[in-house]
């Protein structure tokens, strides 16, 4: 296994960790459907990926393998930030909405 896809494989496994916390926070907080958390962002995610690996295998010649490498890793962890952050931004609002936690 080459060094490239060991990244690859490291960034999505963080990802969809990201979107199994969003999904698990966000059914706690006014019901939000975790089906359809995980739906809306694993057809993000095979929309992206499947044109950048289309990218990476058939259109890289003259060292544009790297950019089409990094632009697919960057939009990866630009998914993994939105979830984490909409995770926290979830789990702020609920503690707040729950009576008795203000004094």
């Not at 979107?19 to 926070?25: D, E, G, P, Q």
């Not at 962002?41 to 058939?58: C, D, G, T």
Request: proline fraction near 2%.
């Amino acid at each position: 296994m080459t060094e490239d896809i060991i990244i690859i494989i490291g960034a999505y496994l963080l990802s969809w960790f990201g979107i199994a916390t969003f999904a698990y926070i966000g059914k706690r907080w006014r019901n939000m459907s975790p089906r359809n958390i995980v739906i809306v962002n694993v057809l993000v995610q095979i929309a992206y990926s499947v044109l950048f690996f289309y990218l990476l295998r058939y259109e890289s010649a003259g060292g544009t393998g790297l950019l089409w490498f990094l632009l697919g890793l960057s939009l990866i962890f630009v998914q993994t930030i939105i979830n984490f952050g909409s995770g926290l931004v979830v789990y702020i609002l609920g503690r707040r909405d729950q009576p008795g936690q203000n004094g």
